[in-house]
């Protein structure tokens, strides 16, 4: 997706839509049956609008516009599960939350209204991500 840096002001899901599938129009053969996205730092919230908004733009899109959100799913549901067994249940349901809300996104008619559960709105970015895998 076309996002603004992560230091930089956020700009609304429509701008963030014409962008990255303008980006797309220009670049990606027709050919390609299929574009699915990274929440790549967003908050699940953003990434699940954003796909959205680009699924509602009234504008040649000849590609399947989908998902591939590993953290952008995971994140709520291992926060209310939280290790603990008697969680289990609360974690399914947000799993389910996350799922239902980005298959909404998929076809382009996500409300924005899903339950937010805990670390929903929490921003994905890794300031250093070099860091994270160890010396190169």
């Keep these: 997706m076309v996002t603004p840096g992560s230091d930089a002001k956020k700009v609304a899901p429509e701008v963030i839509a014409e962008y990255t599938v303008r980006t797309h129009q220009r ?50 549901t291992l926060k209310a599960w939280s290790g603990k067994a008697e969680n289990e249940e609360k974690a399914r349901a947000a799993f389910l939350v996350r799922c239902k809300a980005n298959s909404e996104a998929t076809l382009g008619t996500y409300k924005g209204v899903a339950t937010l559960g805990e670390g929903a709105s929490e921003s994905l970015h890794v300031t250093d991500c070099r860091s994270m895998v160890g010396p190169v």
């Design 27 to 76: 670049t990606v053969p027709a050919a390609v049956p299929a574009i699915v996205f990274l929440s790549g730092g967003q908050s699940v919230e953003e990434a699940t609008l954003n796909l959205n908004a680009m699924n509602k733009l009234q504008t040649k899109k000849p590609w399947n516009l989908s998902f591939s959100f590993g953290r952008a799913l995971q994140q709520s």
